[in-house]
Structures are given as C-alpha cells and as structure tokens.
C-alpha cells in the first residue's frame, strides 16, 4: 500500500469565491478531473435537464418503435431482468413505466441456480408458452447470442437494453466485435454507438428508454416529469448500487434519484427504507451501498429476485412492510454465511503456497452458495489485493464471480485466455463469461478448473507495481481547519462511489493520548489524537482491537501499549487517514480514521 498527495493544479482559491464554496471542496473537484470552473459548477449541480438525448444510443429508435407498434396491437411485452440490484430496479422501471402507459408487460428474472445469468432458452421457451410476442431485456442480453437466435427462430421479437461489455473474436490482429441477432439492440458500449456517455447502468439505459417513450404517452411537460420521478429514484438506486462510476451522467442520475428516494412515494421502498430503521434520516450513497442495496441482492442471492421486484410494485402497505421484513432477514442471513466462507476462502489462500505466486486468486469454495461468490470476491481482493475470481459449485459446472483491481481488465484477460485455448484444442474453457473490467461472472467445469488457474496466472504480463494498492490523499488537512460549515459543504459533492470516492484527508498525530474499546465486537476504537501543533480531536476506527494492539506492541513495544491503555505518556505516533464528520449523538466535530502507518 502506497500513499500519495495529489497535486492537480487550479486557481482554488479564485474558483472558490466564484463558487462561494471553501477551496478544498475546489481541490477535490480538480482531484477527480473536473477542470472548467462551468464543469464545478455542473458537478456540485448535476442538472437532470442535462442528460443526453436517449435517442444518441443506437437503436434506441428502433426500440422505442418496436414497444410502441406492441403496444398499440395490444400484444404481450415480457421484461427479463436479471438477480441483482441492477436486474431488479430497471425491470421495475421497464415493467412499471409500460404498464402505467397502457402496455400488457410481465417481468421474468432467471433462476440464478438453474438458469446462471441473463436471457437463456427456457425463459424464451416460457415466453413462447405464455403467448408474449415481445421480449425486452434489461441489465443483460448483449452476450445472449444463443438464446436471442432461438428467440428469433420460434418467431419471438427481442428487444436487447443492456451496458455490459460487447464480446469479440481477434481475427488477424483486428478485434471484430459480436453483437446479438436482437430486433434492436440498446447498450452504448458498441463501437458505433454514438451516445456521448459510455457508463451507464442497466437501470439508467432503462430510465432513458422509459424517458423517451413517455413522450408519446404523456403530452403535458410537468405530468411526465412528475410520471417519471418514481423511475429516477430506482435509476439512481440502481447506478450506485452496481458500483458504476459516479461521475457525468451517473452522477446526474445518482444525485437527482437520491433525492427522490427521499421523498419516494414507492410503498416498497418506504417499507424496507422502515425495515431498516432509516426512516426520518437523509438517505445517502452509503445506504444504497451498504444497507438498502444488499436487502434487495439478498432476494436474487438466496431465493429469489422476484421477492424484490415485487416489493416495488406493492399497493398495500402491511404486505408491503411483511416483504421488506423478509429481505431484511435474508440480508442478515446472508452476512453471516459470507463472513464463514471469507474466512474459509483466507485459510485457503494463506495455507497454499500457489497462492502467494499467484498474480490472479482462482479460489473454490466447495459448498458454497453460489450467489456469495461475488462478495467473497471483493473481500479477499481487499485483503490481498490482486484480481480475484471466487469459484463455488453449480447445478453442472462451477460458477463463480471475478473482482478485479486498477489496470486489470477481468473482461479482456478473459477473453484472451478463452480464446487461445479455444485456439489450440478447439473448444471453450470457459464455458459462459461476461462482465466489464473489474467485474465478471463465469462458468467452468471443473476438470478445467486447474488449467484455468494456470493459463490465466501465465497469460498476464503486467508490472508488478499494478499490485500495490495505491492510496491518493486529497488534502492534507490539519484538524484545526475542520469547521461544521467545512462538512455541511461536503454534501455538494455526494454522492460518492466508484470514481468519486468520499475525499481522504491525512494528518500526523505524533500522541495518541488514548483508546476505548468499543462494540459487541470489540472492533471500534475510540481514541483521543494531538497533531502537530497540538489540536485535539476524536477519532473512531472501525477494526479489530486485538490486530491494532498487535502493530502496536510489534512496532513500539509491550511497554509503550500499556502506557496507552493506562492514558500515560508514550511514543506511539500515527500518520491517519480520515474524513471529518458530525457525531449524531454528541454534536461534536470528529474525524473517522479509515487507514493509518505508524511513524517515529
């Protein structure tokens, strides 16, 4: 792990008193490229009237005239999500916003056990069975090559709206990219898409979709603004909580749905928003991330996606509150498997020397509930710090979910191994992959599980360096400079997520004058820290105590431990880094410590 002060230039004291904002918020704005003093502006403001035309997606057009001609023939639309947050919250915004403006739509997701991810034959042999004439798809799709050509040999139509990564083949050195035979296809990650913004989510290309044909359903301004409220909440819920980056568009939307959540009058979302305890309090990114979004994963994670979607289209609210208590519980359940697998998936890693030479973790959990392979993923990425891909068993082969880290692309290393694979013995493998650059999900059978691992460790050449977490600080900010105005105008740059994270500030603390235990746990630390010039603050840090006075008694000592336990002079100095916060129940200005070195 290596720290690093950024130092991007501007006038941040200039631009600040055009703004009227403190220079740091100015500095952190620079920080994540934001360069034209109208850009600050825009980032702070993120007008929803500024968002792309959908009609700039390709195909867009041929999509919205598909659903319409539907629509006005009265004929079945089925919408086909996917499990997860993404699949959920642009299914409800595809399925609802149709039938609000008159079309017969259903909404189908896959069984994440006997189905894997997205659009596959037996939901088109359903479709077909259930007489629907029209299939749209939403969050998946555009690798769906087999399942769209059976869709369209039984004389299905298909509408594809997605945001994953196009496949391709390398022919000749010349990448040619493989799009599904779909009546449209909508995702602006085609080559010859023109639409300006690349990153949208599954849930913001259905918002765009829903946006623009509301046109033709909705004449008057206001009446569709208003009509259009309830979807924006569920794009933003959807953006932050697929970890998209929250800048441009994505930050529009995320800034602009949040309000929205707020204020939603989504019987549903009011439910698990109460089942959570949240309500009365201003929902932020961390609650999509962190407590609202994993309710809604748990559905598709341990039963059933469909638990979710239906909580959003809920009318009555006692059945409403029983669905959000049900999620609530999953959510917990869930937690508690994960922490028993993340710790067996550690004892593995730690015991096999293959591991510690091993540039991508190809981990198996046998056992494993497969819809935990994704979260298990990201913690043992963020304990090691390498591209991770977490392998548990399927109905017939081993599926898993991959977790990368910067200047990794999962997606394209992927491809590459397949395909020189494929090349050489004249098959795939793996079996069925998709995803993006720091995220993918992937079948495998098992006797190939071996060879994978080696084929994908000997197939990177990436500089070492790639390995070494890097930590860039945004400001450092002496604790003296903290003031209540300063944190309150923090808020101008919310949401935080992918590609804006919450701003990192460091600071030395030369004494640690002392800490307090806290939680069931015994993993929150209370401590009181002196800078350099003397200023006093609290500081809360979330880790495990025994591991922090471990680092302590190995770096100064057991005799320097225990005159901090005992509140007595000692040696021990901290480099922090913290973001400052308001404390709830006191009301006074502390900082949150979320990593820190020792020095001295």
Sequence with gaps: MRWFVQTKKADFYGIGAKLNIDPVLVRI???????????????????????????????????????????????????????DIDGVTSGYILCDGLEKMG???????????????????????????????????????????????????????IVVTDHHEVKYETIDGEKKYLIPEADAVVDAKQEDCPYPFKELCGAGVAYQLIRELSKYYISD?????????DYLAFAGIGTIGDIVPLLSENRTIAKNGLREVNHTRNIGLRALIQANNLQGKEIKSYHIGFVIGPCINASGRLETAFKAFSLFREKDAARAELLARELTDLNEERKQMTEDYVAEA????????????????????????????????????????????CLTDGEEMLKGSARSIEGYDLNDELIK??????????????????????????????EKLQVFRDRLNEAHSLDEEIYDEKIMIDVPMPFSYITRDLIGQFDKLEPFGAQNPKPIFAEKCPIIESVIVRGANRNVLSMKLVNEDGYRITATMFMNSEVFFEDIEKKYGKGELEKLLKRQKNKIAMKILYYPVINDYTGNIEVVINNYVWYN
């Design 29 to 83: 704005m620079r920080n994540r490229d934001i360069i034209e003093e109208n850009d600050y502006k825009d980032f702070m403001d993120c007008n929803i009237e500024k968002l792309s035309s959908p009609l700039e997606m390709k195909d867009m057009d041929k999509a919205i005239a598909i659903i319409r001609e539907s629509m006005h023939n009265h004929e079945k639309i089925r919408v086909i999500g996917d499990y």
């Design 103 to 157: 079309a017969d739509v259903d909404f189908d997701v896959p069984d994440r056990i006997l189905d894997g991810y997205g659009l596959n034959q037996r939901l088109v042999e359903q479709a077909k069975e259930d007489k629907v004439d029209l299939i749209v798809t939403c969050d998946n799709g555009i690798a769906a090559f087999d399942s769209i050509a059976y869709g369209k040999s039984v004389g299905m139509k």
């Design 221 to 229: 301004k206001e009446q569709r603004e208003d009509f259009l409220r």
């Design 346 to 389: 550690f004892r593995i890693i730690d015991g096999d020397e293959y591991y510690q030479n091993s540039s991508c973790l190809v981990v198996y959990l046998s056992g494993c509930h497969e819809s935990l392979a994704g979260i298990i993923a990201g913690r043992i990425r963020q304990k090691y710090y390498k591209p991770v891909i």
């Design 417 to 446: 191994v397949n395909q020189k694979y494929k090349e050489t013995y004249g098959e795939d493998l793996i079996a069925k992959f998709g995803g993006h650059k720091m995220a993918a999900g992937l079948s495998i059978e098992q």
